[in-house]
């Protein structure tokens, strides 16, 4: 059988699975633990970690799709860099092409998820998609026309540093007032820090708004006394985390839950901006926040059509990624079907 190898490579962990043309991952997915070191021992560690992998598949393989955390020339095959990985101006690609001997196609692991959820997850069927992975940070993928929109050089699709707040708070990129500073898992986590140090959230205008949608907390009032107790508690044991914070509003913690209220507020404005640049049919959360499902897609949803130009705001559904931790690699395959069906690239 004809089979195509997809590697999800984040921060932690690196995935390899092969994968048929319609997106169904043969045997199973492999992973190892990301390398450490600099940048040549981790290439090494890695390639060794990939040859490892391919030798124990024993279909036929055509080629090789890379997902990978970070920004990425695409044509030139080369991370350009990379928040978690030590891969600046690493031409990975090509690397991974001469160690496998078979042609690699690299390409952004947000891009490759956005693809997964098109083809066969969350957005099945439809033509114009965007896609936000709420994670620590914040990634994105855009589909127009039912193809991948790449932009000049490859890196199209940063929706996480949009910027949302001028002058607002310092990302990790180095900019100020990115999406990714507020609608993430560590934002989510910063809220809840303000929360149990301030007893509420200060200076919070989004909140308001988020509040009004959802019918929910009056900001004004003095919160009970065991307000927040749950959050100090979290606080107290250093287990204070976007997981945690998430899992404690699930629970029906009224502080946690306004920690959300405010993620879904600074979300709806991202989507809003979103919904008015590419009238997509679907907006795709994916990522950690996800798992909050409607708890952050629906007010968040709700902000968005009340922000967003009409007809824009309305019929972008927003919807919950379905496809997990097969994402990336059923993604990455899939980028490396569709492109190696086209151009033949030097191994
Ligand atoms: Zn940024």
């Known amino acids: 059988m004809a089979l195509m ?10 995935a390899v699975g092969s994968v048929t043309k319609d997106g169904t991952v043969q045997g199973e997915i492999m992973e190892f633990p990301s390398p450490e070191g600099g940048p040549e021992e981790f290439v090494e560690a890695l390639l060794e970690q990939l040859r490892e992998a391919r030798s124990r598949i024993e279909d036929d393989v055509l080629g090789v799709g890379v997902g990978c955390a970070g920004t990425i020339d695409w044509r030139e095959r080369r991370v350009i860099e990379s928040p978690n990985l030590p891969l600046e101006d690493e031409p990975l690609g090509e690397r991974i092409a001469k160690a496998l001997t078979l042609p690699v196609v690299l ?7 956005t693809l997964a959820e098109v083809r066969v997850g ?15 940070g914040v990634g994105g993928g855009i589909v127009l026309d039912g193809s991948l929109y790449r932009g000049a050089t490859g890196s199209a699709g ?26 993430s898992g560590s934002a989510l986590e910063r809220y809840a820090r303000q929360i ?58 009224a502080a946690a839950l ?3 209220a405010e993620v879904a507020a600074w979300l709806g ?9 590419f009238n997509p049919d679907m907006i795709v959360i994916g990522g950690g926040l996800s798992s909050l499902g409607d708890l952050l897609l629906e007010p968040a949803r709700e902000l968005m059509e009340a922000y967003a130009i009409r007809p824009n705001g309305t019929v972008a559904q927003v919807a919950a990624a379905q496809l ?24």
């Open 5 to 14: 190898l997809g590697i999800d490579i984040g921060g932690t962990k690196v």
């Open 107 to 113: 390409d952004n692991d947000a891009n490759t998820a």
């Open 122 to 136: 969350a957005a099945k069927g439809k033509s114009h998609v965007v896609m936000l992975t709420l994670g620590t």
């Open 158 to 183: 940063e929706l996480g540093h949009t910027i949302v707040k001028g002058n607002g708070g310092l990302c990790l990129c180095g900019r100020r007032g990115c999406l990714e500073q507020y609608a």
């Open 196 to 253: 149990v140090d301030q007893g509420r959230l200060t200076g919070a205008a989004m909140v308001e708004a988020a509040g009004e949608a959802q019918g929910a907390a009056d900001t004004a009032a003095d919160p009970p006394e065991d307000y927040a107790k749950r959050l100090r508690e979290l606080a107290a044991a250093d287990d204070l985390n976007g997981k945690s914070v998430g899992e404690l509003a699930l629970d029906g913690d």
């Open 258 to 260: 306004d920690a959300v």
């Open 269 to 277: 404005a991202g989507l809003a901006n979103l919904a008015n640049i």
């Open 324 to 347: 997990g931790n097969e994402a990336g690699v059923v993604g990455a395959a899939l980028v490396a079907w569709e492109v190696l069906e086209d151009v033949t690239l030097p191994v």
